[in-house]
């Protein structure tokens, strides 16, 4: 028996192991190309209709397809975060190690948005050129796709904890993330929307989001509180997901 | 410094029911691990092992109770200790999408190893888990007991201070398992503590220094695999199959433990030729074989290791 060895050093650090974890998810990650390559399929396939039904709105359905595929990763880190957890219960590993429940959670979204970030820069650029977008409306777009991840990665992530078979999130999770990602004006322009509505739904981060952009390229003119009211709605949302998210991540990674 | 790995006193865990009654997974559980200890809790399905070893590697609250892992409270203070940890879980995967050398490589760097170290000591565990040939293999070409080697090299290439491992050996071949077991032992004399948890109790022999035998959530009973054995009552078993008739009988020569249509008597030499004698007079088939775990822990428990609740 060894009762007078010492306890090695470790580090202090909350995000000990973040970038090898990024690594390791973006790894198994781009295992799965066709998941990849078809996750842009739903925007495809609206830009198609867009194109040959009404193409005065093509612009808003491009610029709308970015933002919905920055929506989207936060359906992939809710699936991996789920599957890692009920099926692989590798979720253990790391809970019982340096790695905080944060770094965890964080590493896992990140790695998830570098594997699916080719669909993102694809659409961007297609955005660019066809558009076109002027730099304002770029930097603005960047801005919103960063806030777009943050809130969808960490409202994600939550939901992954809550069911204890895969089976019953498969359904809520196409139902949360088409409702609010395709429903309200993401890819066709606020002003189709029923007019007195329309200030509600720039509260979500979505339709918010494009609205913003939208606005930065001259695609929309909206009423600077409708601006503001927008810009603040998605970044208090992307706050107050990613807060909730890091409590979160470190309440369940002791169960009750 | 003090001298415990892990110490655990009357630690109670309830499932709340949702649509049913609540269970009382543990009821009071105590024990105390020292530094470089290799122990066991034994126990059938269910009997609440990975409850204890969940909420010892503090991935599971307990109703009440305290853990204090190194000195430091586990339950106050979680994140003070995981540093200090490694978990096998029960019926763990590996990444599919990945060999097996990468798993134990990139579980290494995410918990703070620099590259060079991760390198060494993951292709040290590949080897010693017989994992080698098939290290840059994805995972999901691999068999289950390949997978299961996989998350046991993972997590001994840490060389945690303590670890925790479920039922680590479940779905491997006994010369696989034989292989862990060694590394085990390895990894004790380098300093780590290993709490495991099984149901095999040829594993609890061959590789404990002490084992818990635990039952509907409480520990039963403790010490090394001699003495578990030897508080049996005898050095041999004689068992009858189908004895039922005559159990009155053979209680006279020892203590009976009944398995199934079993009756086994615990005896010594001296009464052998007695009991063989009646057994054939009511013509019943008989077995003799020295105690072992499993009669210690059908006199403990009651009931064999084998049945389910």
Same mark, same amino acid.
Request: proline share 5%; with cysteine.
């Given at each position: 028996?060894?009762?007078?060895?010492?306890?090695?050093?470790?580090?202090?650090?909350?995000?000990?192991? +973040? !970038?090898?974890?990024? @690594?390791?998810? %973006?790894?198994?990650? =781009?295992?799965? *190309?066709?998941?990849?390559?078809? &996750?842009? /399929?739903?925007?495809?396939?609206?830009?198609?209709?867009?194109?040959?039904?009404?193409?005065?709105?093509?612009?808003?359905?491009?610029?709308?397809?970015?933002?919905?595929?920055?929506?989207?990763?936060?359906?992939?880190?809710?699936?991996?975060?789920?599957?890692?957890?009920?099926?692989?219960?590798?979720?253990?590993?790391?809970?019982?190690?340096?790695?905080?429940?944060?770094?965890?959670? +964080? !590493?896992?979204?990140? @790695?998830?948005? %570098?594997?699916?970030? =080719?669909?993102? *820069?694809?659409?961007?650029?297609? &955005?660019? /050129?066809?558009?076109?977008?002027?730099?304002?409306?770029?930097?603005?777009?960047?801005?919103?796709?960063?806030?777009?991840?943050?809130?969808?990665?960490?409202?994600?992530?939550?939901?992954?904890?809550?069911?204890?078979?895969?089976?019953?999130?498969?359904?809520?999770?196409?139902?949360?993330?088409?409702?609010?990602?395709?429903?309200?004006?993401?890819?066709?322009?606020?002003?189709?929307?029923?007019?007195?509505?329309?200030?509600?739904? %720039?509260?979500?981060?979505?339709?918010?989001?494009?609205?913003?952009?939208?606005?930065?390229?001259?695609?929309?003119?909206?009423?600077?509180?409708?601006?503001?009211?927008?810009?603040?709605?998605?970044?208090?949302?992307?706050?107050?997901?990613?807060?909730?998210?890091?409590?979160?991540?470190?309440?369940?990674?002791?169960?009750? | 410094?003090?001298?415990?790995?892990?110490?655990?006193?009357?630690?109670?865990?309830?499932?709340?029911?949702?649509?049913?009654?609540?269970?009382?997974?543990?009821?009071?559980?105590?024990?105390?691990?020292?530094?470089?200890?290799?122990?066991?809790?034994?126990?059938?399905?269910?009997?609440?092992?990975?409850?204890?070893?969940?909420?010892?590697?503090?991935?599971?609250?307990?109703?009440?109770?305290?853990?204090?892992?190194?000195?430091?409270?586990?339950?106050?203070?979680?994140?003070?200790?995981?540093?200090?940890?490694?978990?096998?879980?029960?019926?763990?995967?590996?990444?599919?999408?990945?060999?097996?050398?990468?798993?134990?490589?990139?579980?290494?760097?995410?918990?703070?190893?620099?590259?060079?170290?991760?390198?060494?000591?993951?292709?040290?565990?590949?080897?010693?888990?017989?994992?080698?040939?098939?290290?840059?293999?994805?995972?999901?070409?691999?068999?289950?007991?390949?997978?299961?080697?996989?998350?046991?090299?993972?997590?001994?290439?840490?060389?945690?201070?303590?670890?925790?491992?479920?039922?680590?050996?479940?779905?491997?071949?006994?010369?696989?398992?034989?292989?862990?077991?060694?590394?085990?032992?390895?990894?004790?004399?380098?300093?780590?503590?290993?709490?495991?948890?099984?149901?095999?109790?040829?594993?609890?022999?061959?590789?404990?220094?002490?084992?818990?035998?635990?039952?509907?959530?409480?520990?039963?009973?403790?010490?090394?695999?001699?003495?578990?054995?030897?508080?049996?009552?005898?050095?041999?078993?004689?068992?009858?199959?189908?004895?039922?008739?005559?159990?009155?009988?053979?209680?006279?020569?020892?203590?009976?433990?009944?398995?199934?249509?079993?009756?086994?008597?615990?005896?010594?030499?001296?009464?052998?030729?007695?009991?063989?004698?009646?057994?054939?007079?009511?013509?019943?088939?008989?077995?003799?074989?020295?105690?072992?775990?499993?009669?210690?822990?059908?006199?403990?428990?009651?009931?064999?290791?084998?049945?389910?609740?």
């Amino acid at each position: 028996m060894n009762s007078d060895l010492a306890l090695p050093a470790v580090s202090r650090s909350r995000w000990t192991g +973040l !970038g090898a974890f990024i @690594g390791t998810e %973006l790894r198994v990650q =781009l295992h799965e *190309v066709l998941s990849i390559a078809t &996750s842009v /399929i739903v925007q495809a396939v609206f830009l198609v209709f867009v194109a040959v039904l009404a193409r005065e709105y093509l612009s808003y359905t491009l610029l709308g397809a970015v933002v919905f595929s920055t929506f989207q990763i936060g359906q992939r880190v809710q699936n991996e975060s789920a599957w890692i957890r009920i099926d692989h219960k590798l979720h253990q590993l790391y809970h019982a190690s340096p790695m905080t429940p944060e770094a965890y959670f +964080l !590493g896992m979204s990140v @790695g998830i948005l %570098l594997a699916y970030c =080719l669909p993102i *820069v694809v659409l961007f650029t297609a &955005s660019a /050129i066809l558009v076109p977008l002027t730099v304002p409306a770029a930097l603005v777009l960047v801005a919103v796709l960063g806030a777009e991840f943050v809130f969808t990665a960490s409202v994600g992530y939550m939901i992954s904890t809550w069911f204890q078979n895969m089976r019953s999130i498969w359904p809520y999770s196409t139902l949360f993330f088409n409702f609010f990602g395709v429903l309200p004006p993401v890819f066709y322009p606020l002003y189709l929307f029923p007019q007195a509505l329309q200030p509600w739904v %720039l509260l979500l981060p979505t339709a918010g989001g494009t609205a913003l952009v939208e606005e930065a390229r001259g695609l929309l003119s909206l009423p600077t509180a409708w601006v503001v009211l927008a810009a603040v709605a998605l970044v208090v949302a992307a706050i107050l997901a990613f807060v909730g998210a890091v409590y979160w991540a470190r309440r369940i990674s002791r169960e009750r | 410094m003090n001298s415990d790995a892990l110490r655990a006193d009357s630690v109670r865990k309830i499932y709340r029911g949702r649509n049913g009654p609540d269970i009382e997974a543990l009821s009071g559980v105590s024990l105390r691990i020292s530094r470089g200890e290799r122990i066991s809790l034994l126990g059938r399905n269910g009997a609440g092992k990975t409850t204890f070893l969940r909420i010892a590697s503090t991935l599971l609250a307990p109703t009440s109770g305290s853990v204090e892992i190194f000195g430091r409270d586990a339950i106050a203070d979680p994140e003070s200790v995981r540093p200090y940890l490694a978990v096998v879980p029960q019926e763990g995967k590996p990444f599919m999408h990945l060999t097996p050398r990468e798993q134990a490589y990139s579980y290494l760097r995410a918990r703070g190893f620099s590259k060079e170290t991760a390198q060494s000591r993951a292709d040290h565990a590949l080897e010693q888990m017989g994992l080698t040939e098939v290290a840059d293999r994805l995972s999901i070409t691999l068999s289950g007991g390949q997978r299961q080697r996989t998350m046991v090299a993972t997590v001994i290439a840490t060389e945690a201070p303590l670890l925790f491992l479920d039922e680590p050996t479940i779905g491997m071949d006994p010369f696989a398992r034989r292989g862990v077991w060694e590394s085990f032992k390895e990894l004790t004399t380098k300093g780590s503590t290993i709490l495991l948890t099984t149901h095999y109790l040829d594993e609890a022999e061959a590789l404990s220094q002490r084992l818990y035998i635990v039952d509907q959530g409480r520990l039963l009973a403790e010490g090394t695999a001699d003495q578990l054995k030897h508080r049996v009552g005898g050095t041999l078993r004689v068992s009858v199959v189908s004895g039922d008739g005559i159990s009155q009988q053979l209680a006279t020569f020892g203590p009976i433990v009944r398995d199934g249509d079993t009756v086994h008597v615990i005896t010594g030499p001296g009464d052998l030729k007695e009991i063989l004698a009646l057994a054939a007079h009511s013509n019943l088939t008989t077995t003799v074989g020295p105690v072992t775990l499993e009669e210690a822990f059908l006199r403990v428990v009651g009931r064999s290791i084998h049945d389910e609740f």
